[in-house]
């Protein structure tokens, strides 16, 4: 509506300045006619000079014409200028507009398969806690067991006796589970192809105040392996990516192995997981917070490593936890996307330019801030529209309140300490030396 008015406007204004012009001539010719007699003109002016008048009246005439042309022209140059700018500005929003739909499809894929994940292990909790529950409670007011042994025993005996059906059950969840953990890792995959993902992301990671647990506790030494992070923020979400999919194929060999020695059933050390649990959170423990358990049951299921030794005991630790968690954590907000828009822009403006002024990638994230500052206010509008609207911080609730809890407990516990939560005491995978890639856990039960 305001293009349509000031359009007309200018055409007016245009019109009246030609009216003008051509009435001035008017008034200028009709004043030589008024002072100069057709009589004495032809006496002051002989033949020969009547071609000289003749071309200052032409003159007087054709400025209005000249005049007019030459108007036409600016403004057909001008309003050229304003449709490809116009046209430029449409392309721009076209085109991050295209890379917000790209950052809503992959971030909400990964976050749903995370989300999946943690529901289909509320699953298999659910099914055999309710059960244990149940079995018990002829038994004993509350479940209770003399020791660890006597407890896994119990459990035992339940999966190979497929009591009440509660094997066939379980193994239903489980196979669920690590179609879950696949697709998972496939949107993981298929995320990362993105360019703008990796940006957010690289953005996300680099952030003030971030804090991935699964480097932090590595560093610590809260158990035994080596994830790659400080030199690129890519690396410690590939190698525990790698992890979890060794570990995937490891459950078949390990559940074939464990089926046909029949020593211990390959669901045990999940059961057993499950049951202690429940019984720390029925301890309640203040200093323990909101958590579900549901979320370290599928960290369970992801991924473990070996914990620092302790007398000669086979501990593990449960770094798949923290592997969600730091996944559901660096999912990019909107100020980290507004960022990361205006980086590329920038550095788009840089290669058409053909300037080099490039930093280090330690400053990425200043880097990304001050382009945004450095931009029009076109273009801060642009991208702090588009960006508002991809809101992740409400995703994954049960994950983003466990980790607050996971982040506590590794602040408060030292690396050779039994830790609440993360700590796995019987498990059918070790991440054991060079080529013994599996060793199936030594538990004397009858």
């Known amino acids: 509506m305001s293009f349509s008015s000031r359009k007309n406007r200018e055409f007016r204004d245009f019109k009246l300045g030609v009216i003008f012009l051509l009435l001035i001539a008017l008034v200028l010719f009709t004043m030589i006619l008024w002072l100069v007699s057709p009589k004495d003109m032809l006496d002051l002016v002989n033949f020969e000079q ?22 036409v022209a600016i403004a057909i140059a001008s309003r050229t200028a304003d449709i490809s700018a116009r046209q430029q500005s449409q392309e721009l929003h076209t085109y991050y507009e295209g890379l917000h739909e790209q950052l809503i499809d992959n971030y909400f894929a990964i976050t749903q398969s995370v989300n ?5 292990s509320n699953r298999f909790e659910e099914g055999f806690y309710s059960f244990l529950k149940r079995e018990t409670a002829a038994k004993y007011s509350v479940i209770n067991f003399i020791d660890d042994e006597h407890k896994a025993s119990y459990i035992q005996e339940i999966l190979e006796t497929n009591r009440n059906g509660i094997t066939d059950v379980l193994d239903k969840l489980h196979s669920d589970i ?28 680099r952030a003030p105040g971030k804090k991935i647990l699964l480097l932090d506790a590595c560093e610590k030494g809260f158990f ?29 060999v390990s559940n074939s192995l464990s089926r046909s020695n029949e020593k211990v059933h390959p669901l045990l050390p999940f059961c057993f997981y499950i049951s202690e649990l429940n019984e720390l959170m029925e301890s309640e423990d203040p200093n323990l ?7 370290l049951l599928a960290g369970y299921f992801l991924m473990t490593h070996t914990s620092p030794s302790q007398s000669g005991e086979r501990v593990y630790f449960n770094t798949g936890a923290l592997f969600l968690a730091d996944l559901i954590d660096n999912l990019p907000s ?8 205006s980086q590329r822009y920038l550095e788009t403006e840089k290669i058409l330019y053909g300037t080099n002024d490039t930093a280090g990638e330690e400053d990425l994230y200043r880097m990304a801030e001050k382009s945004y500052h450095s931009l029009g206010n076109d273009s801060k509008m642009l991208f702090s529209m588009l960006s508002k609207n991809i809101q992740l911080s409400h995703y994954s609730p049960r994950i983003r309140s466990t980790r607050k809890v996971m ?17 796995i005491k019987y498990e059918l995978l070790n991440s054991a030396p060079e080529g013994e890639p599996y060793n199936s856990a ?3 039960l009858k």
């Open 50 to 71: 009547w071609s000289s008048v003749a071309d200052s009246i032409n003159l007087i005439i054709g400025l209005p014409i000249a005049f007019a042309g030459a108007y």
């Open 116 to 120: 999946s994940l943690v529901s289909a």
């Open 178 to 205: 690590k179609s879950h953990i696949q697709q998972l890792i496939n949107s993981i995959d298929m995320s990362f192809k993105y360019s703008s993902i990796n940006e957010t992301w690289n953005i996300s990671v």
């Open 224 to 252: 035994k392996g080596r994830f790659i992070g400080h030199s690129n923020s890519e690396s410690w979400l590939s190698d525990a990516k790698n992890a979890v999919m060794e570990r995937l194929d490891l459950h078949e």
């Open 289 to 295: 917070g909101r958590w579900s358990p549901e979320v």
């Open 334 to 341: 909107s100020e980290h996307i507004k960022f990361a828009f």
């Open 407 to 423: 982040e506590d407990v590794l602040s408060r516990y030292k690396p050779e300490d039994d830790i609440p939560l993360l700590s």
């Open 442 to 444: 030594k538990i004397s």
